[in-house]
């Protein structure tokens, strides 16, 4: 089993900036990858950026340029700076844990608000 604790969430104006972090606990394989999903109300759970242990990174091309992942494999954290945000960034941020042939795991979800 693995635990994802995810933090950062919170309120920012249009424009702003917010940067979230998920660390991870349990049952952690040194091959990975971790990244953050987005749920807007009403809305399906769409892909925000994933990252894998070796540093591989894949975004969603909307996001590409305002949003960066990175990741401490040390740690076992993920992050996400998050740049120039819009009111249609509003939504609940959660952190994946994926290996090869295994179930993806989530974290509890941490709301971000964009509003003026």
């Known amino acids: 089993q693995v635990q994802l604790v995810e933090s950062g969430g919170g309120l920012v104006q249009p424009g702003g900036s917010l940067r979230l972090s998920c660390a991870a606990s349990g049952r952690i394989f040194s091959s990975n990858t971790m990244g953050w999903y987005r749920q807007a109300p009403g809305k399906q759970r769409e892909l925000v950026a994933t990252?894998?242990?070796?540093?591989?990174?894949n975004y969603a091309d909307s996001l590409k340029g305002r949003f960066t992942i990175s990741r401490d494999n040390a740690k076992n954290t993920v992050s996400l700076q998050m740049s120039s945000l819009e009111l249609e960034d509003t939504a609940v941020y959660y952190c994946s844990y994926k290996r090869a042939l295994s179930n993806t795991y989530w974290g509890q979800g941490t709301q971000v608000t964009v509003s003026s």
């Open positions: 990252i894998s242990s070796g540093g591989s990174t």
